[in-house]
């Protein structure tokens, strides 16, 4: 029997096998749809903040800290957001610590006239540590304001001071200067002319929920499927038809080349299959260059089928490979970032997830999802393919086919 014929046969016991399938296929995909679908809003960073409560406690009631209330914390766009009550003090710190109320905002007395004299003043901002966000966003608000007024007030006294020094213009007429001044620079606190630029760049772009989990679990899979080549060489070798094959004019090496080809093929028809089913079912792109993704295709089925040779050759049976398969894959899964965004894991772990399959086949579907092209994965490939002719290396040394 030769190679191809092994790898074929293989092939079509595996196409046949309806649990089997279940496994390879449908898994992946509902698992794909269950986390892709459920964490879209805040895997993208376009959840809405919900509408909150924030509690304003007003001790100042002057110019400044009305134009701060009236006409900042009321805009439209803060009333899309926030809801501002009026407890008392005593009331909103222990709103806040109860976790009742996000944020509360304090104006001391006097904050007013200070800002006015060019003094400094200083506003409160109380945030609920279980609430992080949206006490946050207050404070971000308030800093933003009080900052804000202090500069433009600040202007206003080193403008007069300066016109005094210069004698620029007369001491009888620096008093109503100086109130023109103040007014005109009350009037720009009603509009802070604060803008944040957002722009768009390609270090910035990232993938969705559903493309980053149709890579990942498309690999955790592939490393899955497998393991049926694994399970198929132990239970040839318990019912000694691996060593009836030995008896056909093929060398050993034949023989294994011909079990890890049908692996090979497996792993690329099941990949092929969740490509296009992610892309019809969820719409996910898996980029625009068809070569890369063919390529690190390749080299992760390759990976995962020198993974299959190496588990059979250290297990005796399909018991002890099915428990190493399991533990080896799940750990992968979750070091290399199959389950936890490889984004989200802390700088230690995310340097041992590269002692994984998932790490470089993951990386590198992510970077075609963004639009990069072939040559952008070929450290992926290479690191994929060192990775198989390890684990094969071993493997075949390893292996008893008797």
Known sequence: MRPLAIALRDTKIIVRDRRALLILLAMPLTIIAILGLALGGLWSGTAAINKFDVAVIDHDHGSISRVFVNDILKSRDMKKILTLTSPTEKQARAS??????????IIPAGFSAAINKGQAAQLEVIGDPGQQIRAGVVRSVTESFATHASSVLISVETSVGGLVTTGAVPPARIPELSKTLTAQAQAELHDPQI??????????????????????????????????????????????????MMA??????????GKLGGVFVIGSLQFAVI??????????????????VVALAAATVFAATGMAIFIASIAKTQGTAAGLSQGLIQGMAALGGSM???????????????????????SGFNDLMLGKGAGNIVVNCLILVGIAILFMTLGVARFRYE
Do not use: C, H
Request: aromatic fraction near 10%; hydrophobic fraction near 50%; glycine fraction near 10%.
């Open 195 to 244: 803008n944040v630029a957002k722009k768009s760049t390609a270090s910035e772009k990232s993938v969705s929920a559903l493309q980053y989990y149709s890579a990942g679990m498309g690999v955790m899979f592939i490393l899955f499927g497998s393991m049926f080549g694994a399970f198929s060489l132990l239970d040839e070798r318990r019912q000694i038809t691996l060593a009836r």
């Open 340 to 362: 936890i965004p490889l984004s989200a894991m802390p700088p230690a772990m995310q340097n041992f997830s590269k002692f994984t399959i998932n790490y470089w086949a993951i």
């Open 96 to 105: 806040v610590a109860n976790g009742d109320l996000a944020a509360a905002i």
């Open 275 to 292: 490509v296009a089913s992610t892309r019809v079912l969820f719409g996910v792109s898996w980029g625009p260059s068809v070569v890369g």
């Open 248 to 257: 056909a004019p093929v060398s050993r090496l034949g023989i294994l080349g």
